[in-house]
C-alpha cells in the first residue's frame, strides 16, 4: 500500500512540474513515473486474488485512472474579472462622471459589471417613463459602456431598487438562462420599497446568481434584517431545475443596503475609530458581522475585511456625516458578499482514511467544483455626494473551467446587404442544442447597447428557405433592412436557452441607393433608420 501512495504522490508532482518545467524536466518525470508504475506491477503480481487488499488497490487504482482521464480532456481554466458596485443613490439623478465609479481608467478592464442601485427615484410619473424607456441611471451606464464593448445582458427593476448585469460582448454567446425576478418585503410585504431583485444565469456552464437588496433600516431591526434575507432565499424561484432556488447556484452574491449598524459603541469612539482608521476596532460590534456567528445561513457567505469608512449617513454634497438633529451614527450599511456553494462532506464519513483516497477525494472535489473566487478590492468612493451613502466598489476574480469554448451557433451575412434587396442569413450548429419555434436572428448596430437594442429580428423557423445537414438559410426581408445601413452584427437567440448563442462577424448594410436616386429626406426616414443613424 506504501508504493500505491508514493505513486499517487509521484503523479501528483509530475502534474504540478508539467505546469511550470521546461521539457528536460518533464523528460525525467516521466521516467519516475515510469518506474514507479513498474515497481507498482510487482506488487500487484504478489497479492493474493483473494486478499482484501487486492479489492481496494483495484478501487482505488480505477478511481485514480478515471479521474486523471477526465482532467486530461477536461478545458484549462479561464481566469475573469467582475467589477460590483452597490450604492443608495437616495432618489438622486446621476453624476456627469461615473470614471471612477467604474474604474474606467484602470489598466485592467472587467468582463462583467453587476451595478446594484437602492432607492432610485420612483416617483409615479418619473415610473411610468421607465417602464416604457431606460431609467436615468440604466441610460447612463449603458451610454458609457457600450463604446467599451460592454452590453447590458439583463436588468430588473422593483420601484427603487435596480440590478443591471453587463458582458463584454466575447462573453455574450457563453452566458444563458437569464432569468430575473424579485420580492418585496416592505409594508407586510406589498410594497417594494424594501425586498430584494435578482438576476440568475449560466456563466459558462457555471449557475451564478446576483441578489441586490435593501433591508429594513434603523439600529433596532437587526433581527428583521436577518429575517428579511432569509425569506428572500427561500421563497425566490427560478425556472430552472438544476438550480430552482438562489442557494442552488454555483456562486451567490448578496449586495445593497443591508442597513445593518455598529451598535454599543457612542458617537465619539466611532467617530475616533474613522478619523484615526482603526476601522478593526469597530468590527465586533458590526451588527451583520455579530448575526453571522448565530445565524447558519449568514454563515455560508464570505466577506472581505471592511478597511474603509463606513458608507452611512453623510450630509448632501460633502463629505461629513451626519450633522443634523439626528446625529446618526456612521455605519458599514453597503455591503458586497458572495457564497460558494458548499461541497457535499458526507463522503468524508468513510473509515478509509488512507493517503491514496484522501489524493482521489481531492481530485473529484476539484472536479466537481471548478469555480474558485478571490476578491482583489473592496472600499468605497468617497468622490461621490450626491447621496447620504457612498458607493462600495467590489472588485473579484473568477478562476473557473470553460464548460463551453465555442458558440453553439456560427452565423453569417450572406451576399451584400442593403435595404434594395431581401437579404440572406446563413447559420449553422455547431453543438447541438434545444432549437425552438420562437427563435430569432436579430440585426444590431455594431456597438449596441442591450439584448433588445436590436434593429430589426427575423423568426427562424418561420423565415426559414433551405436547409441541409450543416447550413441553414433565412430570409430577412428588404424592408426591414435600414435605408441609411452602417455596421452591424447578426445574433442568434435561443427562446429556450434565454440568451444569444451566436454573433456573427461585423458586416457592412451598405446605403440604399434606391432611396438616393429618388431623394429621400431624412424625416422620411423610418424609425429602424432612425436607431441606426443615432
Given at each position: 500500500m506504501d508504493e500505491i501512495n508514493q505513486?499517487?504522490?509521484?503523479?501528483?508532482?509530475?502534474?504540478?512540474?508539467?505546469?511550470?518545467?521546461?521539457?528536460?524536466?518533464?523528460?525525467?518525470?516521466?521516467?519516475v513515473l515510469r518506474h514507479r508504475l513498474n515497481q507498482l506491477l510487482t506488487c500487484v503480481d504478489d497479492l493474493d486474488t483473494k486478499d482484501e487488499l487486492r479489492e481496494k488497490v483495484v478501487k482505488t487504482l480505477d478511481n485514480a485512472f478515471l479521474i486523471f482521464g477526465k482532467r486530461a480532456n477536461t478545458p484549462k481554466k479561464g481566469r475573469f474579472r467582475l467589477q460590483m458596485v452597490t450604492w443608495n443613490v437616495a432618489t438622486a439623478d446621476p453624476p456627469d462622471?461615473?470614471?471612477?465609479?467604474?474604474?474606467l481608467n484602470s489598466p485592467k478592464s472587467p468582463d462583467l459589471y453587476v451595478i446594484g442601485l437602492q432607492e432610485v427615484y420612483s416617483g409615479p410619473l418619473r415610473f411610468v417613463s421607465d417602464v416604457v424607456f431606460n431609467d436615468p441611471w440604466s441610460h447612463l451606464f449603458m451610454s458609457i459602456l457600450a463604446p467599451r464593448n460592454y452590453v447590458k445582458v439583463s436588468s430588473i427593476r422593483m420601484q427603487g431598487l435596480l440590478l443591471l448585469f453587463f458582458s463584454k460582448l466575447q462573453h455574450v454567446p457563453f452566458i444563458s438562462n437569464i432569468q430575473a425576478t424579485y420580492t418585496r418585503t416592505g409594508i407586510f410585504g406589498?410594497?417594494?420599497?424594501?425586498?430584494?431583485?435578482?438576476?440568475?444565469?449560466?456563466?459558462?456552464?457555471?449557475?451564478?446568481?446576483?441578489?441586490?437588496?435593501?433591508?429594513?433600516a434603523h439600529m433596532k431591526y437587526a433581527t428583521e434584517r436577518v429575517d428579511e434575507f432569509e425569506y428572500i432565499m427561500d421563497t425566490q424561484t427560478f425556472a430552472c431545475k438544476k438550480t430552482p432556488r438562489i442557494a442552488d447556484h454555483n456562486l451567490v452574491f448578496w449586495f445593497g443596503d443591508l442597513n445593518f449598524r455598529i451598535q454599543d459603541h457612542g458617537m465619539h469612539f466611532v467617530r475616533t475609530c474613522i478619523?484615526?482608521?482603526?476601522?478593526?476596532?469597530?468590527?465586533?460590534k458590526d451588527q451583520l458581522i455579530m448575526m453571522k456567528k448565530k445565524e447558519q445561513k449568514l454563515q455560508e457567505f464570505e466577506?472581505?475585511?471592511?478597511?474603509?469608512?463606513?458608507?452611512?449617513?453623510?450630509?448632501?454634497?460633502?463629505?461629513?456625516?451626519?450633522?443634523s438633529g439626528k446625529k446618526r451614527k456612521p455605519a458599514w450599511t453597503d455591503r458586497i458578499l458572495w457564497r460558494l456553494r458548499p461541497k457535499d462532506l458526507t463522503s468524508d464519513k468513510q473509515d478509509d482514511n488512507s493517503e491514496v483516497v484522501k489524493k482521489v477525494k481531492e481530485l473529484e472535489e476539484d472536479e466537481e467544483y471548478p469555480l474558485r473566487?478571490?476578491?482583489?478590492?473592496?472600499?468605497?468612493?468617497?468622490?461621490?455626494?450626491?447621496?447620504?451613502?457612498?458607493?462600495?466598489?467590489?472588485?473579484?476574480?473568477l478562476e473557473l473551467r470553460k464548460m463551453n469554448e465555442t458558440p453553439l451557433v456560427h452565423l453569417q451575412a450572406e451576399g451584400e446587404w442593403s435595404a434594395d434587396i431581401d437579404a440572406m442569413v446563413l447559420y449553422s450548429p455547431l453543438q447541438p442544442f434545444p432549437s425552438s419555434t420562437w427563435d430569432w436572428i436579430g440585426l444590431y448596430k455594431v456597438g449596441f447597447s442591450s439584448l433588445t437594442d436590436y434593429i430589426t429580428y427575423t423568426w427562424v423557423k418561420d423565415d426559414?428557405?433551405?436547409?441541409?445537414?450543416?447550413?441553414?438559410?433565412?430570409?430577412?426581408?428588404?424592408?426591414?433592412?435600414?435605408?441609411?445601413?452602417?455596421?452591424?452584427?447578426?445574433?442568434?437567440?435561443?427562446n429556450t436557452l434565454r440568451g444569444i448563442i451566436g454573433i456573427s462577424e461585423p458586416f457592412k448594410v451598405h446605403e440604399s441607393k434606391v432611396a438616393n436616386e429618388e431623394g429621400l429626406l431624412h424625416d422620411q426616414i423610418n424609425r429602424l433608420d432612425q436607431i441606426v443613424a443615432s
Open positions: 505513486l499517487l504522490g509521484n503523479i501528483q508532482r509530475v502534474r504540478s512540474e508539467s505546469l511550470c518545467s521546461d521539457a528536460t524536466q518533464s523528460t525525467g518525470s516521466k521516467l462622471d461615473v470614471t471612477l465609479l467604474l474604474h406589498y410594497w417594494g420599497n424594501k425586498g430584494g431583485v435578482s438576476i440568475r444565469l449560466s456563466f459558462y456552464g457555471h449557475m451564478l446568481c446576483f441578489l441586490n437588496c435593501h433591508l429594513a478619523n484615526n482608521q482603526t476601522y478593526n476596532l469597530l468590527w465586533s466577506e472581505g475585511p471592511l478597511d474603509f469608512q463606513p458608507t452611512y449617513k453623510f450630509d448632501l454634497n460633502s463629505d461629513t456625516y451626519d450633522s473566487i478571490r476578491q482583489d478590492l473592496y472600499t468605497s468612493n468617497m468622490e461621490f455626494s450626491i447621496s447620504d451613502h457612498k458607493p462600495v466598489i467590489g472588485i473579484f476574480t426559414e428557405v433551405a436547409f441541409n445537414e450543416e447550413v441553414i438559410q433565412v430570409y430577412v426581408s428588404k424592408e426591414e433592412i435600414p435605408v441609411q445601413g452602417g455596421e452591424c452584427v447578426l445574433c442568434y437567440y435561443s
